[in-house]
């Protein structure tokens, strides 16, 4: 007989085996009696052992108690999107550009199926898994790791030896079909609604706040990629994922190494017929230089990196029978034509509604309530009707009229000045406030995290905001919204208590109202819903007038002289603060001690790194990675996140990978800290 604290290490051990033979594998050696008879011996030997039970325990993976909220986590590498092609010739252009910016050198693909799952980041540390996160916006993501223990294809321990002391696994939660499809017929049995997709029920589950309710639905995970890695290192995709299934962690078995783009194409090919065999939704493959360093080099934009794109495969069409037309209001007063059908299944989704875009499509396809119309979903994401089957047209279909007012306020609508949208001009339309609100409150915008649409909504129907203003009141009305107080509502709505809002959560919405006041004014200005004013002009207004007044006061010329700032852009800013709702707007926030003013960069100091290249890699010690490149563009510098020829210099903490190999490759000199610092004329972190 072995001591409690050896035969509780054999039982883990032989649990995990098992567990991955069963949920990674799909090829289980034992019967789930003998399974079972296993793991009850474990729990009794913890149960009599408490100081023995570890986080990494295969007795830990049920969840516990609610959360109460999700923590942000930043993603120290960001969690770009990958550009979307649908043809030959767009691949073989992508082909084309990498070929390009290696300069010739060679290289090869590796190209595996594209999940069609939620994305997630698993961050282990010394073997141990410590995280698991969203996307999120792909900078900032929501800690799920209470969730992502219940996964058993999940190790909580990586197996083997070998893993370095970080290793941060990107790749996609999703639910397979098989334990998809017999969960919902026990939803059926018990009188609940069926999840209408795969992908939809899995994003629910995974932002689900009791661990316990997923517990037992039988996600699973496949790796796709790396985040940040320390302690060890890689060089091709292939690599990486021969040492994932070493250590436990899933990935797909269909994944190929093609060493030219034919060999892609042919993949592509081969795998149309394949695709729809599999146990969960795909809708094409990610095809992505194999070698890492070569990525690197090739960097990213904004939004994309420029070393792999997504191949996808033309979006599904199905027929179904037009039962009405319903009409929407957005922020701006856009009043869009919806499509009201028979559920239809459509990649995976149960769909009712579809996008008619405006009227002047629906005149153009002459569409009627009663058609047989055809649907196919936009990118595999947004319903829309797309024609009708004229020779399936009963003989008492209707024609679709405009409407001749809001359909929310009832107030007038005008033609758009581009002869395509009907607006709604009525300021007190609650359809556009609620609308607008969300965009208020949104990450980038002033970023109001718990400002959620149901929240937002209640708040408008009770009275309590009638204005982006009020959100900063709420705080001496939190007795009345909570019920504490009888209700004193003077906006027309009926007051009360807001329904399933808490105190704790209520407060966390209070407390981050409080924090949004201090956002500089770039993001105000983009908070602001002035028409053709996004995040990126309205960061060119900030920078260049500096306070909402001098924005307010402007004249056309004034406005024009911004660049990248025309005469459309222009008129809209200038009609919005001559408008007495939108002076009233401004003026109600900076009463409200709203922050109108935007941050200057330094000016006039020294800047050293004028006119320099800069790549800042490895791990520094006096400041983040953020941090030491918005210095280098403080003082002048330009920063890159690929080492080339055109590279002044690269400054280099610890762990700093595959760019201090390329720097010196190229002959690119490199900088420690210190010797940055004393650079730049800083003196050096002690």
């Not at 073997?127 to 996964?151: E, P």
């Not at 957005?330 to 995976?348: C, D, H």
């Not at 408008?579 to 926030?589: F, V």
């Not at 610890?654 to 720097?663: H, Q, R």
Request: proline share 6%; hydrophobic share 35%.
């Amino acid at each position: 007989m072995l001591p409690p604290e050896q035969e509780i290490i054999a039982l883990r051990e032989q649990i995990r085996h098992h567990d991955h033979l069963y949920y990674v594998e799909g090829r289980p050696v034992v019967s789930d009696r003998e399974y079972d008879r296993l793991f009850s011996r474990l729990k009794e030997l913890e149960t009599a052992h408490p100081e023995l039970v570890t986080p990494d325990s295969p007795t830990q993976r049920v969840g516990g108690e609610p959360l109460q909220d999700f923590a942000h986590v930043a993603h120290a590498v960001p969690m770009l999107s990958i550009d979307n092609t649908y043809n030959e010739a767009d691949v073989r252009k992508f082909d084309t550009q990498v070929a390009k910016g290696l300069e010739g050198e060679p290289y090869e693909y590796y190209v595996d199926p594209k999940v069609d799952g939620v994305s997630a980041s698993l961050r282990y540390e010394n073997g141990l898994l410590v995280l698991g996160a969203t996307r999120g916006d792909g900078r900032t993501g929501d800690d799920i790791t209470a969730n992502i223990r219940t996964i058993r294809a999940i190790p909580l321990r990586l197996r083997g030896t070998g893993w370095p002391g970080v290793l941060e696994v990107r790749g996609e939660v999703y639910w397979p079909r098989p334990d998809f499809d017999a969960h919902n017929e026990q939803r059926e049995n018990q009188g609940l609604e069926r999840f209408a997709n795969p992908r939809n029920a899995t994003a629910g589950s995974l932002k689900s706040l009791d661990p316990r309710v997923i517990a037992g639905r039988g996600l699973a995970f496949v790796a796709h990629g790396l985040g940040v890695v320390e302690g060890g290192a890689f060089t091709t995709t292939e690599e990486v994922f021969t040492a994932f299934q070493c250590w436990g962690i899933p990935t797909s078995p269909h994944g190929r190494v093609c060493r030219d783009i034919d060999a892609v194409l042919h993949f592509i090919a081969e795998w149309e017929r394949k695709r729809h065999e599999l146990e969960y939704e795909t809708d094409g493959l990610v095809i992505k230089v194999n070698r890492l360093d070569q990525r690197e080099r090739l960097g990213a934009t904004s939004r994309y990196p420029r070393w792999c794109i997504a191949y996808k495969y033309a979006a599904e069409q199905a027929e179904s029978r037009l039962l009405a037309v319903d009409f929407q209001v957005g922020k701006q007063g856009t009043i869009t034509p919806r499509a009201v059908m028979e559920p239809v299944q459509l990649s995976g989704t149960t769909v009712r509604h579809a996008s008619l875009h405006n009227f002047d499509q629906v005149e153009r396809l002459d569409i009627r309530i009663g058609d047989t119309v055809l649907v196919q979903k936009a990118g595999e994401i947004i319903p829309q009707v797309i024609g009708v089957v004229l020779e399936k047209r009963p003989p008492n279909a209707r024609k679709v009229l405009p409407p001749t007012h809001c359909p929310v306020c009832k107030g007038a609508v005008v033609k758009d000045e581009s002869g395509v949208y009907l607006r709604c001009i009525s300021p007190a339309c609650l359809a556009q406030l609620k609308e607008r609100l969300k965009h208020f409150c949104g990450r980038d915008q002033m970023d109001i995290e718990g400002a959620g649409e149901a929240l937002l909504d209640q708040l408008v129907d009770k009275g309590y905001v009638r204005q982006f203003a009020d959100l900063y009141s709420l705080s001496a009305r939190r007795g009345e919204i909570l019920g504490e107080v009888a209700a004193e509502s003077e906006s027309g709505g009926r007051g009360g208590r807001l329904e399933r809002v808490g105190p704790k959560s209520f407060d966390n919405l209070l407390v981050a109202i409080e924090q949004s006041k201090s956002r500089p004014l770039s993001r105000l200005l983009s908070a602001l819903n002035i028409r053709h004013v996004g995040k990126a002009t309205a960061e060119l207004i900030a920078a260049r007038f500096g306070d909402l007044q001098r924005v307010a006061e402007a004249s056309m010329e004034e406005l024009q002289q911004v660049e990248g700032v025309g005469p459309e852009v222009a008129g809209s800013v200038y009609q919005f603060f001559r408008d007495p709702a939108g002076r009233q707007t401004w003026l109600a926030l900076r009463d409200a001690g709203v922050n109108m003013t935007q941050p200057r960069a330094p000016t006039g100091g020294p800047q050293p790194l004028a006119g320099k290249t800069v790549v800042v890699t490895g791990v520094l010690s006096g400041f983040s990675r953020a941090e030491a490149e918005e210095l280098i563009k403080d003082l002048g510098g330009k920063v890159s996140s690929s080492v080339s020829r055109k590279t002044s210099f690269v400054v280099a903490g610890t762990d700093p990978g595959s760019k201090l190999e390329k720097a010196r490759e190229l002959g690119v000199v490199v900088l420690n800290e210190a010797e940055f610092l004393r650079m730049i004329g800083r003196e050096a972190p002690e």
